[in-house]
């Protein structure tokens, strides 16, 4: 079983500047949401994906989009970068229904100079 | 307003040193408490699901257990490979969406 993947790992932009993210979902789940993390807190949720719209919105400005393609895998983009975009951004992926267990990726650290 | 604190921030425990961490939550409706592993720099890795008071699972030297106000996960003679952030989190419902709410976590450092 393929768990979630992120990529990619490590990001450098410059303030103003524009990017894309990008997560692969773990094989057999067809939800997706994002998180981001700053050092020393818990992840918070920024949005969530089902059959490729977006289903929920944490309290993240427009500037946040994102995007689900047929296969499930996902795309977070962020427009006009400030410096407190600087974060740890986690996509997780579950089965809908039920069972609502998130797995985590690894994550992709975005710093912004 | 959905909150969910955890206790201690920071926890040292000399090598099998048992003790708890805890989760205290303010939810309307608790639809699932999950607790996660986070090791620096990397993704939370689960470890528990509960979704009722009295409910129990372990897993190895971890024990987590829920009550109508808090969860805690109990470590018993931790390795310094315990050594991780715990991540405490509920399940709210916006929208039709999922969410995760976290807490802080609490460090868990586990000294030799």
């Known amino acids: 079983e393929t768990g979630v993947t992120q990529s990619p790992t490590h990001l450098i932009k410059t303030r103003g500047q524009q990017v894309t993210l990008r997560c692969s979902s773990q094989?057999?789940?067809?939800?997706v949401s994002w998180y981001q993390q700053a050092l020393g807190q818990g992840p918070q949720f920024i949005f969530q994906y089902y059959r490729e719209e977006e289903n929920g919105r944490g309290n993240f400005p427009p500037r946040f989009s994102g995007l689900q393609f047929p296969n499930y895998s996902s795309e977070l983009n962020v427009n006009a970068l400030e410096l407190d975009d600087s974060a740890l951004y986690l996509c997780?992926?579950?089965?809908?229904?039920?069972?609502?267990?998130?797995?985590f990726g690894p994550g992709t650290r975005l710093t912004v100079t | 307003e959905d909150q969910v604190t955890q206790s201690p921030e920071a926890l040292r425990l000399q090598e099998g040193e048992s003790s708890s961490l805890n989760c205290s939550y303010t939810?309307?409706?608790?639809?699932?408490l999950f607790w996660y592993r986070q090791d620096p720099g990397k993704g939370p890795e689960f470890l528990f699901t509960l979704y009722s008071a009295g409910e129990e699972k372990e897993k190895e030297r971890l024990k987590a257990t829920l009550t109508k106000k808090e969860s805690f996960l109990h470590i018993t003679a931790p390795k310094p490979e315990d050594s991780a952030t715990y991540l405490c989190a509920v399940i709210i419902s916006s929208g039709s969406a999922r969410q995760l709410t976290f807490g802080s976590g609490t460090q868990l450092t586990v000294l030799p």
């Open positions: 997780a992926s579950s089965r809908s229904g039920v069972a609502y267990e998130q797995y």
């Open positions: 939810v309307s409706g608790l639809r699932g």
């Open positions: 094989s057999g789940h067809n939800t």
